[in-house]
């Protein structure tokens, strides 16, 4: 077993997209710097896409103008296309991230075009980011199934993977964007992956939505995935099952590594404490459940 797991936190992107209401930036902002305070170092800010269809990231750049720059923290973009990685590079973030869809109904739906148009537009962008210094990942989406097309053989995945990998990613991720993923299955993925693209690190992206989420993350790190994502609280819902628990909840992650022995750099109390306060910006529950038992064994609560 690995000695140690790189969180990548997506609850202020991948989380609060899911939210109703919009999100006030302050909070967003508020939110993040609580995270990096944890001792989070890679954390999805915002997501540069049409605004008109995903108004809760319509202030993007006004999150990334109003976060302080540190050392060794970066603040990641999502991006979909050539556009949305300019508006990324200028609003000052350091990496950005790519998702591409393993099914071509799904992409088509997201995306507009094809999984192939969207390769190339990440082939495009790859090289764009590394011609301005900016680190650049890829997500290889829906890996595990299809809301449109059901299965998705592991064989497409890697294809999509292997393709994308001409970009020199900083990294490939497998993401269970609907959360349908089993843990024999993310052992199998990531085996297939790790003789396809020998020496490519790699990335997970699981989901609560059927409760496999954190089995399907131990799966992941005892096959050697180095980089595990999760949002504090597990806010973030599947799109196609609207009532459906999120992400893997941070500090449930964090909980099950420190007892492992898996450093993550993180603390835990302050995740919890955060989550905490999350829950009282939303105004109701969050799906994680460290928030409700804590931690073990009671460590004196802190302030988030
Ligand atoms: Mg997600």
Partial sequence: MQRSVEILEVGPRDGLQNEPGVV????????????????????EVASFVNPKRVPQMADAEDVLKALPRREGVHYVGLVLNRKGFDRAAAAGCTEIGMAVVASDTFNQRNQGVSTRESI????????????????????????????????IAPERVVEVAV???QGQPHEVAIADTI?????????????????????MPLRGHFHNTRNTGLANAY???????????????????????PAATGNIPTEDLVYMLRRMGVETGVDLERLIATARWLQDQLGRNVPGLLVKAGSFPA??????
């Fill in 179 to 199: 959360g349908v993923g089993v843990p024999s299955q993310v052992t199998d993925l990531v085996a297939r992956l790790k003789a396809a693209l020998p020496g």
């Fill in 24 to 43: 006030p930036t302050a909070t967003k902002v508020d939110f993040i710097q609580r995270a990096v305070a944890a001792g989070i170092r890679r954390l």
């Fill in 120 to 151: 190339d537009a990440w082939l495009d962008i790859a090289a764009a980011a590394h011609a301005a210094g900016i680190r650049a990942q890829v997500t290889v989406s829906a890996a595990f199934g299809c809301p449109f097309e059901g299965e």
């Fill in 299 to 304: 460590q004196p609560a802190v302030a988030a």
């Fill in 219 to 241: 799966a992941a790190v005892e096959a050697g995935v180095g980089v595990l994502d999760a949002s504090i609280g597990g806010i973030g819902g599947c799109p196609f099952a």
């Fill in 163 to 165: 393709a994308c990998a």
